[in-house]
């Protein structure tokens, strides 16, 4: 028999899930960020609803693997912003890039501040993700950024998948 939480959900189910609270999560993330500074942002649905949040910021440095969350900032962001989408393949159900050129993408660069969701949030274990390219992605922005900020809703406490 196969788990209800063990099933992939695409973005479009994620983004609505659990809709108020991302939000609430998203709102209390920008104000963590001042113009200027150098940020990550992951694939995650949440971090999509982040990003839609940030849009009077200036002179930043935004590198991101969503693709919606690439879109939207192009969008909303003015030409203060240097906007920058990781290459690799793209996973078309989550929305975003994957892979090891798209790591390796990320640990070119560094940031001040990380944006990362997850499947899981674990006090044992900490983040944890139901596929292991997402893993990756969370890990090598965890590592190239000065700061992260995990932006997880209750639904995910106390949850672990099978990567870390």
């Known amino acids: ?16 899930s659990h809709i108020l609270e991302k939000r609430r999560i998203a709102i209390a993330a920008e104000k963590l960020i001042e113009d200027g500074q ?29 693709l919606r969350t690439a879109v939207e900032l192009s969008e909303i962001m003015d030409h203060t ?10 996973h078309t159900e989550a929305s975003g890039v994957y892979g090891g050129s798209t ?13 990362i969701s997850g499947r899981g949030l674990d006090s044992r274990i900490g983040i944890s993700d139901s ?25 995910k406490f106390e949850k672990n998948k099978f990567f870390c």
């Open 131 to 155: 596929r292991d390219e997402e893993a990756d992605i969370k890990k090598a922005m965890m590592k190239a950024s000065d700061c992260v900020v995990v932006l997880i809703d209750s639904s």
């Open 103 to 115: 790591t390796a993408y990320i640990e070119q660069h560094q940031a001040d501040l990380a944006f």
């Open 81 to 90: 912003t240097n906007l920058y989408c990781a290459c690799g393949h793209i």
């Open 1 to 16: 028999m196969v788990r209800e939480d063990s099933l992939e959900k695409g973005m479009h189910y994620r983004y609505g």
């Open 38 to 66: 150098r940020i990550m942002i992951d694939s995650s649905s949440t971090a999509l609803i982040f990003a839609e949040q940030i849009r009077r910021h200036k002179y930043m440095d935004i590198l991101t693997n969503g």
